[in-house]
Nanobody
Framework: QVQLVESGGGLVQPGGSLRLSCAAS????????MGWYRQAPGKQRELVAR???????NYADSVKGRFTISRDNAKNTVYLQMNSLKPEDTAVYYC????????????????WGQGTQVTVSS
């Protein structure tokens, strides 16, 4: 069984920065894509940023130019650098691994982290 372990959330003032990290709990054979989603109270979960194995990246329009996603394939880790944070960025942020195969014999499976709270407030 694979777990995605997230860290880096917290409370920050508007305009501040945070860096989220998400690492797989064990060695992984392959992952198609890793990304970050968020869910604010009363709203649906939405994509924030996603990076595919070949390097293709997509961002939500609301975070373009402020957030940067990166991936360390050797460590099976994905990062989200969040700059110029706004109160509307407040949400629980979830890490996602899409098409993960822990061993060559496994089928591709999607995994989610437990979520980390990001609060932007003065």
């Amino acid at each position: 069984q694979v777990q995605l372990v997230e860290s880096g959330g917290g409370l920050v003032q508007p305009g501040g920065s945070l860096r989220l990290s998400c690492a797989a709990s064990r060695s992984i054979f392959s992952i198609y894509a890793m990304g970050w989603y968020r869910q604010a109270p009363g709203k649906q979960r939405e994509l924030v940023a996603r990076i595919i194995r070949g390097g293709s990246i997509n961002y939500a329009d609301s975070v373009k130019g402020r957030f940067t996603i990166s991936r360390d394939n050797a460590k099976n880790t994905v990062y989200l650098q969040m700059n110029s944070l706004k109160p509307e960025d407040t949400a629980v942020y979830y890490c996602n691994a899409e098409g993960l195969r822990a061993t060559p014999r496994d089928h591709e499976t999607d995994y989610w982290g437990q979520g980390t709270q990001v609060t932007v407030s003065s």
